[in-house]
């Protein structure tokens, strides 16, 4: 069992940066990919972000590719997500999401369904 809190995140201007953190407890977090979606107010959750086990593999949507970054520190049980030059469209709850790979070869999970474990979320809110 892997157990995800999300932290980080608040209210923010248009054009301002947030830096949000997953921190897993559990063994073997280094067998875990992880992912960050977001659930807009009245909207399906969406995919933002994934990485692979090493951080050396990653896929974004395209609504925040050049905008939004992730790393992870395994030593740590750590992954982030930081995110520049927010929108008011960024305004969403964000869920730390993982799923133990076995296989470093499969494509990166990019759908809700491929992720075993969740986290509560965090809220983010851009707005002037």
């Known amino acids: 069992q892997v157990q995800l809190v999300e932290s980080g995140g608040g209210l923010v201007q248009p054009g301002a940066s947030l830096r949000l953190s997953c921190v897993a407890s559990?063994?073997?977090?280094?067998?875990?990919?992880l992912g960050w979606f977001r659930r807009a107010l009245g909207k399906e959750r969406e995919f933002v972000v994934a990485?692979?086990?090493?951080?050396?593999?990653?896929t974004f949507a395209d609504s925040v590719k050049g905008r939004f970054t992730i790393s992870r520190d395994n030593t740590k049980n750590t992954v982030w997500l930081q995110m520049n030059s927010l929108k008011p469209d960024d305004t969403a709850i964000y869920y730390c999401?993982?799923?133990?790979?076995?296989?470093?070869?499969?494509?990166?999970?990019?759908?809700?369904?491929?992720?075993?474990?969740w986290g509560q979320g965090t809220q983010v809110t851009v707005s002037a």
């Open positions: 999401a993982a799923v133990q790979r076995h296989d470093p070869t499969r494509r990166l999970p990019v759908t809700e369904y491929e992720y075993t474990f």
């Open positions: 559990g063994p073997s977090f280094s067998t875990y990919a």
């Open positions: 990485v692979n086990w090493s951080g050396g593999s990653t």
